[in-house]
């Protein structure tokens, strides 16, 4: 599948900001089975400075200092990206979640990509006993990994409510637990923080889900703004397997990949310090587009970088 990805965030402030300084993380990369053709990004106003690394985790970020005095800052990504179906795999045929719990803790590999560093307790994603009970129930003695996975997931999306009134992107991954509602971050931080507390190692992904739903499908939660799912290991031979508890789908053509990390914080699309005062207002917008001739590329908007 190609996309043509639209997104536009912008935040208005009460007051002028005369300095500002950003982390933005919204401009998609190169991973296993999704090709970046071409991508725009773009800023307003103009800064002074602009910097792009990329961090541990192989994401895209963007070091932006802007003082020119403003009363609206706004971000424009634009981008045609490939994405490949996963590969197949035979849940029944899978290690062990017991197994695979064994080979993290017996892992010597340190590269951006080992599991190691999904399996510990991160910035907003502490261990929960009730959590972790909880997620117990999937992962019987001798379960294949990805089999208790996906019970979770299915789990999850069956006594949760989608309620984008019910937290904030502040609200702990337990407190969303307890009222069993919340958005996708919200079920994304409580399946990550039941795994982890079995020694599973599980991942927070950040990106967007296509805009339209297959004829005759109905429409995805979280579709037209940024979405949030999981990736699990299940062991050397499968590798990372990519659930969306929200929507109780494996990840697959559906859904790409912007950034990923431990938890929200490492994957924030936006960040930074700006100096000012009064209240400000944040507007997103996310088109995903199914293309259906490869040849044509998207309209850049005024690129400053990437």
């Keep these: 599948m190609f996309y043509d990805i639209h997104q536009t965030t912008a935040y208005s402030y ?25 991508s725009h990004f773009s800023v307003e106003p103009e800064p002074v400075e602009w910097t792009e690394t990329r961090d541990f985790f192989g994401n895209q970020v963007v070091h ?46 340190m590269s951006p990509a080992s599991p190691v560093h999904y399996v510990f307790p991160s910035h907003i994603v502490p261990l929960s006993a009730p959590i972790t009970d909880w997620a117990a129930a999937s992962f019987p003695a001798g379960r294949a990994m990805i089999a208790g996975a996906i019970d979770l997931m299915h789990r999850l999306h069956e006594e949760f409510t989608y309620d984008s009134r019910a937290t904030e992107v502040t609200t702990p991954a337990l407190e969303a637990f307890t009222i069993r509602r919340g958005v996708c971050q919200d079920f994304a931080h409580i399946m990550i923080a039941g795994l ?38 299940c062991g050397a031979a499968i590798g990372w397997v990519g659930l ?3 929507n109780a789908l494996r990840v697959s053509t559906d859904h790409v990949v912007l ?31 199914p293309v259906t001739a490869k040849g044509e590329t998207p309209s850049p908007s ?5």
């Design 14 to 38: 009460a007051f002028a900001v005369p300095v500002a300084r950003h982390v933005v993380r919204m401009v998609p990369v190169d991973r296993p089975g999704q090709r970046v053709v071409a």
């Design 64 to 109: 932006i200092r802007i003082e020119t005095p403003h009363t609206e800052f706004r971000v424009r990504t634009r981008a045609r990206v490939e994405v490949q179906p996963s590969p197949d795999w035979d849940a029944d045929t899978a290690p062990g979640w017991e197994a695979v719990r064994e080979a993290v803790a017996a892992t010597l590999d």
């Design 196 to 233: 982890r507390g079995l020694g599973l190692p599980a991942a927070y992904v950040s990106g967007f889900l296509r805009t339209e739903p297959p004829p005759g499908k109905e429409r995805l939660q979280g579709a037209d703004a940024t979405h949030a799912w999981v990736a699990v290991w």
């Design 244 to 246: 969306d508890p929200t």
């Design 259 to 289: 950034a990923v990390g431990r938890d929200y914080s490492d994957v924030a699309p936006i960040g930074g310090v700006l100096l000012g005062s009064g209240r400000q207002k944040l507007s997103v917008a996310v088109d995903v587009i």
């Design 302 to 306: 005024t690129p400053t970088g990437v």
